[in-house]
């Protein structure tokens, strides 16, 4: 029967030999024995099991996951796979929208239109693409004019806002208005 030491088998999954150790110390993969010397070493099961976990990792599973499943015979549960795809699916449109937000980014800039790379469309586009709502900016704002209300007035300028509109802006940030 082939044993493995943890450095070969490391290296027959491109892992570190301190990925293994870790896997030991979760509980994840287990060695088979250990040699009179005190080193571990590793059968063909724990290479089947290690095969499992890297294909698992590679479909953006979490240990604690790859675990459970390790545990209930090595086969996903709908369940699980199923919480991973919407999880998964969220991710790819927030990357879409930060994407979508820096290639009109890039386009202002490449156009050379004199107008400022970010204006206030631009922003509030960024803004709503990070997950912020209305009641998160006006958070944002306050904090901003309470902070730095210099750097809150020269900001909002350089969006392209009228100083009036800037005025209002400030006001409601410090709660002198109810809307803006």
Not at 104 to 118: D, E, H, K
Request: proline share 3%; with cysteine.
């Amino acid at each position: 029967m082939k044993k493995y030491s943890i450095s070969k088998l490391a290296r027959a999954f491109g892992l570190s030999r301190s990925t293994l150790l870790y896997y030991d110390r979760i509980g994840l993969l287990k060695p088979s024995g250990r040699t009179g010397s005190g080193y571990r070493y590793y059968l063909h099961r724990n290479y089947h099991q290690l095969e499992q976990i890297c294909h698992f990792r590679a479909a953006g599973l979490k240990l604690k996951d790859i675990r459970s499943v390790l545990l209930a015979g090595g086969k996903p549960g709908v369940k699980l796979l199923d919480k991973h795809m919407r999880e998964t699916a969220a991710t790819i449109v927030d990357l879409k929208n930060r994407q979508r937000v820096l290639a009109g980014m890039l386009n202002r800039i490449a156009s050379g239109s004199g107008s400022a790379p970010v204006d206030v469309e631009l922003w509030i586009e960024m803004l709503e693409a990070a997950g912020m709502n209305q009641k998160d900016r006006k958070r944002w704002h306050t904090e901003f004019e309470r902070r730095a209300p210099a750097a809150h007035d020269e900001f909002l300028l350089s969006l392209g806002i009228s100083p009036v509109e800037v005025a209002k802006i400030r006001r409601w940030s410090r709660g002198e208005i109810p809307k803006y």
